[in-house]
C-alpha cells in the first residue's frame, strides 16, 4: 500500500516536472508560417567549459537561460558550446511537418533534440565538419525535420560547436513553406552564379583577342567571388565532395586570398595608380605580397587562425582600394570614377559582413547576402567601365588612324595648296567640279570634231551611314572610295587625266558631297565596253571597312558630247538627270533621254509658285547670328530666306535659288528679302539690336539699272541706315560680269552699303580683280575649315588667306563653325567674326529676337 501510494506521488511529481519544464520554454505557435527569424523565441545557454551534455542541459535552471525573441544570436569567434531551447506547439487541427533551422552552413557540430509529450527523444548529428550525409534535408543550412500531430507540442534542444563565427538565425517552417522558400532562395544564389559566370567568359575572350592582362585579371577576380559564395553557402560539400568536409573548408580559406589578389592586381592595372600617384601603388603593391603570403597561410595553418587572417587582409585590403577610387578620381583618371562608384556597395556589403560575423549586427536578410549583393552590383559596374574602356580605346585609334592620313596627305607646299584647296575637295583630295568643267570645256574646244561621255555617279546610301556610323567614318569611307575609282580609272583606256603639281594623276572628280564625275573618249569607251561595264558591276560591290561590310549602292548616270550638250555645266547637269532614272535599270547605269527630263516643265511651274508666293508675302526669313570675336558681342545677322511650298512643303533655296537666276526670278526675290530684312530691322531696333544686317544679293542683280534706286526708295521707307547693310556676293557671281558687276558695286557702296565677298575660297576668283572691288568684308567658306582641327596644312591656309585679307583691308568672317575648338583656333588666328551653329542656328524673326534678349 506504501509502495503504490509512493508510486502515485512520484508519478503526479514526474507530470508536474514535465508541465512545468515544458512551460518554461519559450513558445512558438505553429498556426502560420514563419518566414522571418524575427518571429522566433528561443532561449540559448553559453556553455564556455563544454562540460554540458544534453542530459544535463535540460535540467538546467532557467535562471542560466538568455532570453530572446529577435530569432537569432551572434557571438562572433568563440569557442564556447552554445545550447538553444525552445518550445514548438501544433496549434494546426492536422498533422504538420515542420523544419527546425540554423540559416548558417559554417557550423563544425550541431546536435539537434526533440522531446515529444511521449518522453520519446529524437537526435540528429550534422555540420559542415562531417560528411553531408546522412541529412534530413539536401540543404546547406542545419535542417531538423519532425512530424507533429494536431495539438501536439515538441521541446526542442540544439548544440552549436564550431571554430568559426557563431552565427545562429533560428527559424521554424512548415514543410511546403520551407521547400518554396529556398527553391526561390536557389534561384537567386544561381542567378547571381550565372550573371558572374558570362561575366568571366566575356572578358576571358577579350583577353584572348587583346592580350590585355586587365581583363585576366578581372576574370580570375570574379573567380574569386564564385569560388567564395559557393563555399561559404556550403554549395560546394553538398554539390562536389560531400564525403570531404575539410575540402570545402580549404577551398572556402583559399578563395579568399585568391579573391583579394586578383583584384588587388586588377585595381592595379585599372587604375594605372604607377603612373599618377606613387603611395598608392606601393600599399597596393604591399597588399599583393601580403596575399601571396595569405595564400600559403590557408593551406598551411590551421582553420581559426587562416579566417583570422584572412578577416584582417580583407579589412586592409577594404580600407586600401576604397580609398583608390576617390584618389583616382582626384588625379582625373576616369577609371576612378567608376571604381569608386563600383566599390561603395561592396563596401557596404563586406562591412555589414563583417559587422554580422564579429556579433555586431543582428543577421537579417541583408546582412546575410550583403557581401553577394555588393559584389554583384560592383562587377556589373566595373563590366560597364571596361565596355566603356574599350569603347575609348576604339575610338582614340580610330582618331589616331585618321590622323596619320590626313599627316600623309600634307605633301603640297603652302602656296601650293593655298591654290589647290580652290580646285580640291578636303576630305578626299580629289579635284573639285570647277576643275572638271575646265578640263572638259578645254578638251571640247580642242577636239570639236570628236565624241566624249561625261559619267557621274552618286553613293545613294550617305544619309544612312552617316547617322550609322558617324562623320569621320563617312570621310574615311570617302577617302577609300576615291582613291580606289581614282587607280582603278587611271588604268582605264580613254580616260582623259589631269596632273597633280607633285605628279599625281587625277582620273576621277568629286562634283559635290556624295557624287563623282569622269570624263571618257566614247570612241575608245565603245571599244572596250565590256571592261567598263565589269568595273561598274565592281562599284555595286560592298566594301569592308572596320570588319563590316557597305553597301554604297551607286546610280550612275551618262551624257554624250556633242549629242546632249555642248559645255561641261550642260552635260554634267543632263548626266545627272540620267543618274535619277538609272535606279530603273539593270546595272544602275542610264544614259540622258529628252523625254526622261522632267525639270524644264517643273522648273517652270516652280518659278511660277514663287512669283505667286512673292506676291502673296509666303516667304519668310530666318536669321543667324554674327559674333565679334574680339569682345564676343552680337555685331550682326544674316537674313536667309525661307520657303514653305502648299504642295511640295519646303523647298531648299539650293534648289529655288539657282532657278530663280536662271529664271530673271531673281530680281523680285532679291526686292522681296531686302524690303522684309529692312522691315524686320525696325522691330529689332526697337527691342534693342544695334547690329548690322546682311543680305545676299546675285550677281544677275548687279545688271540691274534700278537696284541701286530701289533699295534707297526701300530704306527711306522704313528709316534705315545704310551703314549698316551687308550686301554679300559670292566671289563666282562677282566674277561673272566684271566691269560692270565693279560699277554697280561702287553705286551701291555709293549709298553707304557695305559689300562683303562670300564664300571666299569655294571659286576660282582673281585676287588681282578681287582687290579692285569695294568690299569691306570677305567671308571664307565653310570647305576651308572643314577639317582645320585636325590638318596642320589647313591651318596654314585659313592662316594665309585671313592674313591676305587683313593685308588688302577687309575684315574676316569665317562661316559655319560647328564646334568650339574651332571657335578657339579661328580666334587665335586672329579671324574677327564667326557665325555657324555652333554659335546659332538660323532662327524666326520672334525666335532670334528672343535670343538677342537672352544674352
Avoid at 548558417?104 to 518522453?119: E, R, S, W
Avoid at 525661307?642 to 523647298?651: A, L, T
Wanted: glycine share 4%.
Amino acid at each position: 500500500m506504501k509502495l503504490s501510494v509512493l508510486t502515485w506521488l512520484l508519478a503526479i511529481f514526474t507530470l508536474l516536472y514535465a508541465s512545468a519544464s515544458s512551460a518554461s520554454l519559450p513558445v512558438n505557435s505553429l498556426n502560420k508560417t514563419i518566414f522571418s527569424d524575427a518571429n522566433i523565441k528561443f532561449e540559448y545557454f553559453e556553455d564556455a567549459n563544454k562540460g554540458h551534455s544534453f542530459e544535463s542541459i535540460i535540467k538546467l535552471p532557467n535562471v542560466h537561460w538568455t532570453k530572446t525573441e529577435e530569432g537569432n544570436v551572434s557571438l562572433g569567434f568563440s569557442h564556447s558550446q552554445l545550447w538553444l531551447r525552445l518550445n514548438i506547439n501544433n496549434a494546426e487541427m492536422k498533422t504538420t511537418n515542420i523544419v527546425f533551422e540554423i540559416a548558417y552552413p559554417l557550423l563544425d557540430d550541431v546536435t539537434f533534440y526533440a522531446i515529444k509529450q511521449n518522453g520519446s527523444v529524437r537526435s540528429l548529428d550534422i555540420g559542415d565538419s562531417k560528411p553531408f550525409y546522412p541529412r534530413d534535408i539536401e540543404h546547406p543550412n542545419m535542417l531538423f525535420r519532425l512530424q507533429l500531430q494536431a495539438g501536439e507540442s515538441v521541446d526542442l534542444y540544439a548544440r552549436v560547436q564550431t571554430k568559426g563565427s557563431m552565427i545562429l538565425p533560428v527559424r521554424i517552417w512548415q514543410e511546403n513553406d520551407f521547400f518554396e522558400f529556398a527553391a526561390k532562395e536557389q534561384k537567386f544564389h544561381f542567378f547571381y552564379y550565372g550573371a558572374l559566370s558570362v561575366i568571366i567568359l566575356i572578358n576571358l575572350a577579350i583577353f584572348f583577342t587583346l592580350r590585355e592582362k586587365l581583363y585576366l585579371y578581372y576574370s580570375l577576380a570574379t573567380t574569386g567571388y564564385i569560388l567564395f559564395f559557393f563555399t561559404f553557402r556550403g554549395y560546394g560539400q553538398q554539390l562536389f565532395f560531400p564525403d570531404s568536409p575539410a575540402l570545402n573548408s580549404q577551398l572556402l580559406l583559399s578563395s579568399m586570398p585568391f579573391l583579394a589578389l586578383f583584384s588587388l592586381l586588377f585595381a592595379r592595372e585599372f587604375l594605372q595608380t604607377k603612373q599618377h600617384s606613387r603611395v598608392l601603388d606601393m600599399a597596393i603593391r604591399g597588399m599583393i605580397y601580403f596575399e601571396y603570403f595569405n595564400m600559403v597561410a590557408a593551406v598551411v595553418l590551421d582553420y581559426n587562425t587562416a579566417v583570422r587572417i584572412s578577416a584582417i587582409s580583407a579589412l586592409v585590403l577594404f580600407i586600401v582600394l576604397f580609398f583608390a577610387g576617390p584618389i583616382s578620381w582626384w588625379a582625373k583618371r576616369r577609371a576612378g570614377v567608376f571604381f569608386t562608384i563600383a566599390w561603395i556597395p561592396l563596401t557596404v556589403g563586406f562591412a555589414a559582413t563583417a559587422g554580422r560575423s564579429s556579433g555586431i549586427l543582428q543577421n537579417n536578410f541583408f546582412t546575410e547576402y550583403a557581401m553577394q549583393l555588393g559584389s554583384g552590383l560592383e562587377a556589373l559596374i566595373l563590366t560597364l567601365a571596361l565596355a566603356d574602356r574599350l569603347y575609348r580605346e576604339r575610338e582614340e585609334k580610330i582618331i589616331a588612324q585618321a590622323a596619320n592620313i590626313q599627316k600623309e596627305q600634307q605633301r603640297l607646299a603652302i602656296q601650293s595648296q593655298l591654290s589647290e584647296a580652290m580646285m580640291r575637295d578636303p576630305i578626299t583630295n580629289l579635284a573639285n567640279r570647277n576643275r572638271f568643267e575646265l578640263l572638259a570645256n578645254k578638251i571640247f574646244s580642242k577636239h570639236k570634231d570628236q565624241h566624249f561621255v561625261i559619267f557621274v555617279a552618286r553613293v545613294t546610301r550617305i544619309n544612312e551611314i552617316t547617322r550609322t556610323l558617324g562623320i569621320s567614318s563617312v570621310e574615311r569611307i570617302f577617302r577609300t572610295i576615291s582613291e580606289r575609282l581614282n587607280l582603278s580609272l587611271s588604268r582605264m583606256p580613254g580616260v582623259i587625266t589631269t596632273q597633280r603639281s607633285q605628279g599625281a594623276t587625277d582620273a576621277i572628280f568629286q562634283l559635290t558631297g556624295d557624287t563623282f564625275g569622269v570624263l571618257i573618249r566614247q570612241s575608245i569607251f565603245a571599244k572596250n565596253r565590256e571592261q567598263y561595264h565589269s568595273f561598274t558591276k565592281k562599284l555595286s560591290l560592298p566594301i569592308e571597312m572596320d570588319l563590316l561590310s557597305i553597301e554604297l549602292e551607286p546610280l550612275i548616270g551618262g551624257a554624250l558630247y556633242p549629242e546632249h550638250g555642248l559645255d561641261a555645266a550642260q552635260l554634267i547637269r543632263n548626266a545627272l538627270v540620267a543618274m535619277e532614272s538609272s535606279h530603273k535599270s539593270t546595272d544602275h547605269i542610264r544614259y540622258y533621254d529628252n523625254a526622261l527630263d522632267i525639270y524644264n516643265e517643273s522648273r517652270l511651274t516652280l518659278m511660277s509658285d514663287l512669283r505667286e508666293a512673292l506676291k502673296n508675302d509666303e516667304p519668310t526669313l530666318h536669321y543667324q547670328p554674327k559674333l565679334n570675336l574680339k569682345d564676343n558681342t552680337i555685331v550682326g545677322l544674316e537674313a536667309l530666306i525661307r520657303w514653305h511650298h502648299p504642295k511640295q512643303g519646303f523647298v531648299s533655296p539650293a534648289d529655288f535659288v539657282p532657278l530663280a537666276e536662271q529664271t530673271g526670278v531673281i530680281k523680285k526675290l532679291t526686292l522681296w528679302v531686302i524690303e522684309r530684312a529692312a522691315k524686320d530691322l525696325v522691330w529689332l531696333r526697337s527691342i534693342g539690336y544695334s547690329g548690322n544686317m546682311s543680305i545676299n544679293i546675285s550677281a544677275k542683280d548687279l545688271l540691274s539699272n534700278r537696284l541701286k534706286d530701289q533699295i534707297e526708295v526701300i530704306f527711306e521707307k522704313y528709316q534705315v541706315d545704310p551703314s549698316k547693310i551687308f550686301l554679300e556676293l559670292t566671289e563666282t557671281a562677282a566674277m561673272d560680269e566684271p566691269e560692270a558687276g565693279l560699277i554697280a558695286l561702287n553705286q551701291l557702296t555709293s549709298l553707304g552699303l557695305k559689300i562683303s565677298i562670300d564664300d571666299f575660297g569655294a571659286g576660282y576668283s582673281s585676287l588681282s580683280y578681287l582687290k579692285q572691288l569695294p568690299a569691306s568684308e570677305i567671308k571664307l567658306d565653310r570647305s576651308l575649315i572643314l577639317d582645320i582641327t585636325n590638318s596642320e596644312s589647313s591651318r596654314i591656309i585659313v592662316k594665309a588667306s585671313i592674313d591676305m585679307a587683313h593685308g588688302l583691308g577687309y575684315k574676316v568672317v569665317t562661316e559655319g563653325v560647328e564646334d568650339t575648338e574651332t571657335y578657339q583656333l579661328m580666334k587665335e588666328l586672329k579671324c574677327d567674326e564667326l557665325q555657324g551653329f555652333w554659335l546659332c542656328k538660323p532662327k524666326s524673326l520672334q525666335d532670334i529676337g528672343d535670343w538677342l534678349l537672352s544674352r
